[in-house]
């Protein structure tokens, strides 16, 4: 089965600065990433999708790359904003087949006025 | 609609108690999955079900078993629930494996005495 790892339980930043998230995985190169936000006491809401053939995406500030060879996407907010904190989950499929998405540990981001 | 919906919302039970946590969606998703989600530890899938009759495991089933008689509804039963069972449950659903998002409940927070 696939492992994920997010490469940092916190981040602290500035508003208006970017934030830059880390989603690395091993195993067999998945068929997509989903990146999903939740915020304390709320079940994950999805946020981006990224197929294997694309190597980026955007969604008004949110931009994603996805790197099949390193085997890494990352997670990028730009101009950030106080109500962007929250933890960000990088989700990926289970098995080859999709049937369910296994998560990493998340990254918890602070944005400060 | 009212999306995913989970009940209860919290839920106190003794060593060795039985329970079921209910899980029922309205947008006629065939993809179904629990999770677990303790701190440090993220998210992790218990059990998914692709469809009405089937069902399997995920990185952490013992200890729960799952049913999927309808579309709609996924429960989740503790057949002896045990103080290293005390964790909020999510569950989600999705309409397929190939990167549709998938629609979390507002979880379920289970205390085991």
């Known amino acids: 089965s696939q492992k994920i790892e997010q490469n940092s339980e916190a981040l602290n930043i500035q508003e208006g600065k970017t934030a830059t998230l880390t989603c690395n995985y091993t195993n067999y190169s998945p068929a997509y990433l989903q990146w999903y936000r939740q915020d304390p006491g709320r079940g994950p809401v999805f946020l981006l999708l990224?197929?294997?053939?694309?190597k980026e995406k955007r969604k008004e500030r949110l931009k994603v790359t996805f790197d099949t060879t390193l085997k890494q996407s990352l997670f990028h907010i730009t101009a950030s904003q106080p109500a962007d904190s929250a933890t960000y989950l990088c989700?990926?499929?289970?098995?080859?087949?999709?049937?369910?998405?296994?998560f990493g540990k998340g990254t918890t981001l602070s944005v400060s006025s | 609609n009212a999306g995913v919906t989970q009940t209860p919302k919290f839920q106190v039970l003794k060593t060795g108690q039985s329970m079921t946590l209910q899980c029922a969606q309205d947008m006629n998703h065939e993809y179904m999955s629990w999770y677990r989600q303790d701190p440090g530890m993220g998210l992790r899938l218990i059990h998914y079900s692709v469809g009405a009759g089937i069902t399997d495991q995920g990185e952490v089933p013992n200890g729960y078993n799952v049913s999927r008689s309808t579309t709609e509804d996924f429960p989740l039963r503790l057949l002896s629930a045990a103080p290293s069972q005390t964790s909020v449950y999510f569950c989600?659903?999705?309409?397929?494996?190939?990167?549709?998002?998938?629609?979390f409940g507002q979880g379920t927070r289970l205390t085991v005495v």
């Open positions: 989600a659903s999705s309409y397929d494996g190939a990167g549709t998002e998938a629609f």
């Open positions: 990224i197929r294997e053939n694309e």
């Open positions: 989700a990926l499929p289970f098995n080859q087949a999709g049937t369910a998405l296994i």
